[in-house]
């Protein structure tokens, strides 16, 4: 049986191995910016727009809940906001592309993490596979090219399952249960089904007869979680309630419904054989759950568990979240291949060899489709901004259904300050229409109804330039959509107030 902590030996493995998969997992992100058209000619998603505005908007003063709609915890754009701030002196499409080349960077840290957990915990093979599983995990690899709450939300799940498994003295336990718990609580405060890890933590030190240091855990996490959401709901209570639990509650279906599909998706999608190989170690780490000493198998397999039930419950699903499975994904891999190869080990060397480079390229499978993620290309983006630049005075109220498009022409929402602060017409105008009594089958409905303009509408009224495309033209009604017609004048890819 496996002795109760990690051994002296293997907490003190070398570390080159993973750091040289840590810079392939940093190359294969960056990779996606290796174009004439740079970071802003791969795809921006209409959620880097609205997290980085967020981050910048802090420079300014305008923060969220108080002088926007923002439907998450404030944690990314905090944590964002140093980097972000730059676009107070200079220009916002440059800031954001400094973003979007610090970001590979995190995911980086991640593979890196995911391989040392794996590696003290079940040996130096394990975490070989543990950290390539991570760098080369598609979703994984297509959000850390930019500001989305998954590449921050890894990396600080790792770190706290790093910090919390090591071993240690009573002292040390101390410090590193402090450590954890804050980082649990940071991990909650970028984005809330980060709970699940809260909740597996719990259970894999309970199974231990440690529930004194999870509970130790748990309310440092709590008091740091006060510190990062007690300023911003003291400013605006009521509107941080609404964006943070009212509208996750009630909010109408979109993105994928059918739960097969999303089931699909989150074991398929390029990434089968990996998938299998997760699945094999979760097997392992169930088997072993009544073990005392079992703790990262309970963390990993509960926080597996519990992600995947969110995913197929919630009300929306988009494949981008599958990112936040690469964390639990790749060290279960690393768990159910180190199984695999012990046992390969007792057999004959030319078996053991076969096993050894079937694992390595299960582990190596989704790299194809990383690869087809990074050669995608957009140029819209850049020939957007450039028009914008040249069209919309710089004084001018330029309003944008996605913010990204106003980033690409230098501008951020609310900037020039009196301007409509749209940071997230999506969230804003579904959270306007959640006021009908009756609930909507997704939301294309909900845009449908003349609840969802009541906010928009008043906004649009300020705006000198408006540039709606193909989202913009799906969230206004047909009569709002006949109001822009009746008050501004179409050129080209934006609309300019019509002049009286």
């Known amino acids: 049986m496996r002795s109760a902590t990690p051994s002296t030996s293997r907490l003190h493995h070398p570390w080159w191995s993973l750091v040289l998969v840590a810079a392939g997992a940093w190359v294969l992100r960056i990779a996606g910016f290796f174009h004439r058209g740079g970071a802003l000619g791969h795809p921006v998603d209409y959620d880097e727009g609205v997290y980085f505005s967020a981050a910048a908007l802090l420079s300014h003063g305008l923060l969220p809940y108080r002088d926007y709609f923002f439907v998450h915890p404030p944690g990314i754009a905090v944590l964002l906001a140093p980097v972000a701030a730059l676009a107070r002196g200079f220009d916002a499409a440059l800031t954001f592309t400094v973003v979007r080349w610090l970001v590979p960077g995190f995911g980086a840290l991640s593979a890196l993490l995911s391989g040392r957990i794996a590696q003290e915990q079940w040996g130096v093979r394990a975490g070989v596979v543990a950290a390539l599983a991570y760098a080369v995990f598609p979703e994984a690899a297509a959000t850390e090219r930019g500001p989305f709450l998954e590449a921050l939300l890894n990396l600080t799940c790792l770190a706290m399952a790093w910090v919390w498994l090591r071993p240690g003295s009573d002292v040390s336990s101390w410090r590193r249960d402090l450590l954890a718990g804050a980082l649990l609580a940071t991990a909650c405060a970028i984005k809330l089904t980060a709970g699940a890890w809260v909740i597996a933590m719990v259970w894999a030190l309970s199974?231990?007869?440690?529930?004194?240091?999870?509970?130790?855990?748990?309310?440092?996490?709590a008091v740091v979680g006060l510190l990062w959401l007690g300023p911003f709901f003291a400013l605006a209570p009521a509107a941080m309630f609404d964006g943070l639990l009212r509208f996750q509650l009630l909010r109408p279906p979109d993105g994928e419904l059918d739960v097969w599909h999303r089931l699909l998706a989150i074991l398929g999608e390029g990434r089968t054989g990996l998938s299998i190989l997760c699945v094999w170690g979760l097997v392992v780490a169930l088997a072993r759950t009544r073990r005392r000493e079992a703790v990262a198998e309970r963390l990993f397999s509960a926080a597996w568990l519990l992600t995947v039930a969110t995913f197929l419950s919630s009300k929306s699903y988009w494949t981008q979240y599958n990112a936040h499975l690469a964390p639990t994904m790749?060290?279960?891999?690393?768990?159910?291949?180190?199984?695999l190869l012990r046992w390969a080990d007792t057999r004959s060397r030319k078996q053991a060899a076969l096993v050894t480079a079937t694992v390595m390229l299960i582990a190596l499978s989704p790299l194809p489709a990383a690869i087809r993620s990074a050669n995608q290309r957009d140029r819209f983006l850049l020939t957007l901004g450039h028009t914008l630049r040249v069209a919309v005075p710089g004084d001018s109220a330029l309003c944008t259904f996605e913010p990204a498009w106003a980033i690409a022409a230098g501008r951020l929402p609310g900037i020039p300050k009196g301007t409509p602060v749209l940071v997230d017409p999506y969230g804003l105008m579904l959270n306007d229409a959640l006021g009908t009594p009756g609930r909507f089958a997704h939301a294309g409905a909900a845009f449908e109804d003349e609840r969802s303009q009541r906010t928009m509408l008043p906004l649009l009224a300020r705006c000198d330039?408006?540039?709606?495309?193909?989202?913009?033209?799906?969230?206004?009604?047909?009569?709002?959509?006949?109001?822009?017609?009746?008050?501004?004048?179409?050129?080209?890819?934006?609309?300019?107030?019509?002049?009286k």
Do not use: I, K, M, N
Request: glycine residues 12%.
């Open 465 to 499: 330039y408006l540039v709606l495309e193909g989202r913009g033209e799906w969230q206004l009604s047909s009569a709002s959509e006949r109001w822009v017609q009746e008050h501004f004048v179409r050129e080209g890819t934006f609309w300019r107030r019509a002049t």
């Open 330 to 339: 790749a060290v279960l891999a690393g768990l159910g291949a180190s199984v």
């Open 207 to 221: 199974l231990a007869g440690q529930g004194r240091r999870a509970l130790r855990v748990v309310l440092v996490a």
